[in-house]
């Protein structure tokens, strides 16, 4: 069986202080599109549509 691969805990708290940065360094005016821009690069790198609205609906849970 095939697991896929996830991020370590380590890792994820890696992105989470590099996105953080990244936010602040787009500036409030510009952080809405640089979300959009990273999401997008991110959907083309993960090249799988369906996981996409998968972790769309994930990420919109509890807000």
């Known amino acids: 069986m095939n697991t896929p691969a996830t991020l370590p805990i380590e890792g994820l708290e890696a992105v989470y202080d590099a996105l953080a940065q990244a936010i602040d360094q787009a500036g409030p005016d510009q952080a809405e599109l640089f979300l ?6 991110n959907a083309h790198a993960l090249a ?3 996981l996409f609205q998968q972790h ?5 849970q509890d807000l």
Request: proline share 0%; charged share 15%.
């Open 36 to 41: 959009v821009k990273l999401a997008l690069l």
């Open 56 to 60: 769309l609906q994930a990420a919109l």
């Open 48 to 50: 799988d549509a369906g």
